[in-house]
Each structure stands twice: as C-alpha cells, then as structure tokens.
C-alpha cells in the first residue's frame, strides 16, 4: 500500500481515533520500564553531578575563578574537588548496574512468566 494511497492515510487517522485496548505486551513493556527506569534516572542525575564538581575542580585549577573566590592558591582545592568529581564519574556505572540488578531480581520472575505467557500463545 503506497504511504500516499487515501485508504492508507485513512486509516492512519482512524487508528489515532480507535479506544486501544492494553495487550499483555504493553504490560510487558511497562514492566521493563519499571525495572529500568530508576537506574536509568540515578545515572544520569549522579553522572550529571559528578561532571559538574569534576568541572568546578578543573576550573579552580586552570583559570583564575580561585582569586575571585579569595583562594590564594586554587591548585591543591581544585585538583581535590577534581579528583572527587572523577571518582563520583567512575562510581556512576557500577553504582547503576547494582540499582538495575536489584530491580531485575526483584520482577525478574514477573517478566518472565509474563514473557513465557506471550511467547506460548
């Protein structure tokens, strides 16, 4: 059927207009979601926060931020703040695949009967 055919594009927005009724893959779906989400969330939140402070930290030490602040000598301050904020950077992953572990043992079981159901149909 050609994207251009009126029966196509009819049916197109008849789809957008039909009730849809939640299928056992949609569940699925939604469950998937709820196991990664939280991991996903935490990662990108921690990540975010440690690029900042290792920002912040490379900042101190490679401009003259650490004068305007009042620092007499910013180089020690910013290599530590630095140093925290790649240690935080190099936590994220592991920090993540631990949250994400224990979400998928906790609905592993779920998931798989509810995947099984499906797949058996």
Known sequence: MNRNDPQFMAQKIRTQ???KTPSELDALRE???KVKRPANVFAYIFGSISAIVMGAGMSLVMTDIGATLGIASALV?????GAL????AL????MYKKILDRRKEKYGAEILALSDKIMNK
Not at 77 to 81: H, L, R, S
Not at 91 to 94: E, F, H, K, R, S
């Open 17 to 19: 207009y039909m009730e």
């Open 31 to 33: 469950l998937d979601a």
């Open 77 to 81: 301050p910013g290599i530590v703040i």
């Open 85 to 88: 904020g790649l240690g935080m």
């Open 91 to 94: 936590l994220t992953y592991p």
